[in-house]
Antibody
C-alpha cells in the first residue's frame, strides 16, 4: 500500500523558516516525481512545488519561488520542503503527493497533510 | 498566470447525472486530472489523463476532454459523491501546474 506521511508542521513567526518532511512507503520512491500542494482552510487547493524523481529538476509556483526549496533524499524515501521568509499567507495545510514516472503527470496518492501556521 | 475555470457549485438529485467542467487554454494539449475532496479529508484521484479511472473508483465516474474544456461526469450520482472536485493540469510552458478553483457537488 502506498503511504505518505507528512511531518514538520508548526507555528512559526513571520520571516521564520520551517522544513516539512514526507516519508514515503509502499512504492519505489526514486522512480517517481513528487509534489507539494497546500490548502488554506475553507479554500481551494494550490500547487506549490514539483520535483523530478532524481531531484535534478524542480518547479515552483510564483507565490513561493525564491523562498521555498523542494528536495528529496531517495536513500531515505523522504521528500522535503524548506520554507524560508514565511508570511502569513503561507498559513495552510500542506500535502505531499506522489506523481508519475515523468514530471508531465499529475498526482495519484496524497498524504494526510501537516499544518503550518505563520503568526506572531 | 494560467488559470483553470470551474463552476463554483453543481447540484443534482440522487440518480441524476452530474457534470463538472474545467476550462483552460492549454487543455487541448495537456492532460486533465480530477480530484475529489470530502470534508476534512485529503483529496482522492478520481480521473487521470483526461479519461482514465483509477482502480477502486466507481464506474459512474468518467472524464472527457474536448478543445479547451474537460468534463467530469458522474452518471447516477450517489449521496456519498458529495464534496469538492478539483481539476488539475499544466500550463503550455510546462513550468507551472495549476488547480481549478474547485466545484462543490451537492447530491440531494
Amino acid at each position: 500500500e502506498v503511504r505518505l506521511v507528512e511531518s514538520g508542521g508548526a507555528v512559526v513567526q513571520p520571516g521564520g523558516s520551517l522544513r516539512l518532511s514526507c516519508l514515503a512507503s509502499g512504492f519505489i520512491f526514486d522512480d517517481y516525481a513528487m509534489f507539494w500542494v497546500r490548502q488554506v482552510p475553507g479554500q481551494g487547493l494550490e500547487w506549490v512545488s514539483l520535483i523530478k524523481w532524481d531531484g535534478e529538476v524542480t518547479y515552483y509556483s510564483d507565490s513561493v519561488k525564491g523562498r521555498f526549496t523542494v528536495s528529496r533524499d531517495n536513500s531515505k524515501n523522504t521528500l522535503y520542503l524548506q520554507m524560508n521568509s514565511l508570511r502569513s499567507d503561507d498559513t495552510a495545510f500542506y500535502y505531499c503527493a506522489k506523481g508519475g514516472r515523468s514530471v508531465v503527470y499529475g498526482m495519484d496518492v496524497w498524504g494526510q497533510g501537516t499544518t503550518v501556521t505563520v503568526s506572531s | 498566470s494560467y488559470e483553470l475555470t470551474q463552476p463554483p457549485s453543481v447540484s443534482v438529485s440522487p440518480g441524476q447525472t452530474a457534470r463538472i467542467t474545467c476550462s483552460g487554454d492549454a487543455l487541448p494539449k495537456k492532460y486533465t486530472y480530477w480530484y475529489q475532496q470530502k470534508s476534512g479529508q485529503a483529496p482522492v484521484l478520481v480521473i487521470y489523463e483526461d479519461r482514465k479511472r483509477p482502480s477502486g473508483i466507481p464506474v459512474r465516474f468518467s472524464g472527457s476532454s474536448s478543445g479547451t474544456v474537460a468534463t467530469l461526469t458522474i452518471t447516477g450520482a450517489h449521496v456519498e459523491d458529495e464534496g469538492d472536485y478539483y481539476c488539475f493540469s499544466t500550463d503550455s510552458s510546462d513550468f507551472y501546474r495549476v488547480f481549478g478553483g474547485g466545484t462543490t457537488l451537492t447530491v440531494l
